[in-house]
């Protein structure tokens, strides 16, 4: 991932990212200066480097009738993630509370791939209350590997219990121990 990619997904646009890595390069720079070095058209520089400079990321001073602009230092970045999380969680509770009254809930989810699967684990563990499963085959367990356990660890630490039933070509799997605590398996046959 480039240094550009990454400011951009720590927030930044992708013209303010090219501007705040070309100041960091340069040490200060006119607006012409920047818009050579960013590749950032000089109409736009004028706007991202407002944007910069109310983020804390870059100053100004007057030099010679001209305004000459310097990068902050780059751990500010992170002080501009932690004032963006302290806003999220002040807004945390109005958005859950918005959330849980919502008239008509989703009842169906869509996930694809393994990310897709971790997210139904971590949603599955939100509802706190037994986990039920059908035409298992331990798949899951075999592409998620150490993510599957430690899902399953927090599982039983939390006491949520699993009612399961795999194919019984499943039953001989010793990775899938039916003396887990809180879980509960049965068989079915493969061709019904």
């Not at 989703?106 to 509802?127: D, I, L, N, S």
């Not at 298992?136 to 660890?153: A, D, I, T, V």
């Not at 001989?172 to 061709?191: A, D, T, V």
């Amino acid at each position: 991932m480039t240094l550009e990619e990454t400011l951009s997904q720590a927030g930044l646009t992708k013209n303010e990212a090219k501007v705040y890595l070309a100041l960091i390069k340069l040490g200060s720079a006119t607006a012409a200066e920047i818009t050579k070095h960013s590749h950032v058209h000089r109409v736009n520089v004028y706007d991202v480097l407002e944007r910069l400079r109310e983020k804390g990321l870059i100053g100004t001073i007057m030099q010679a009738q001209k305004r000459i602009y310097e990068a902050a230092n780059p751990t500010q970045l992170i002080q501009l993630l932690k004032q963006k999380e302290e806003a999220i969680a002040l807004a945390l509770p109005q958005l859950e509370q918005e959330f849980k009254s919502k008239k008509e809930k989703q009842q169906v989810h869509h996930f694809f791939g393994t990310e897709g699967v971790m997210r139904a684990y971590h949603m599955m563990m939100e509802q706190n209350e037994t986990i039920y499963g059908i035409g298992g085959s331990g798949l899951n367990r075999k592409y998620l590997q150490h993510r599957h356990e430690m899902f399953n660890k927090e599982r039983i630490k939390r006491k949520i219990g699993v009612k399961a039933i795999y194919y019984e070509f499943t039953r001989e799997n010793k990775s899938l121990n039916s003396n887990e605590p809180y879980s509960e398996f049965r068989y079915i046959p493969q061709q019904i």
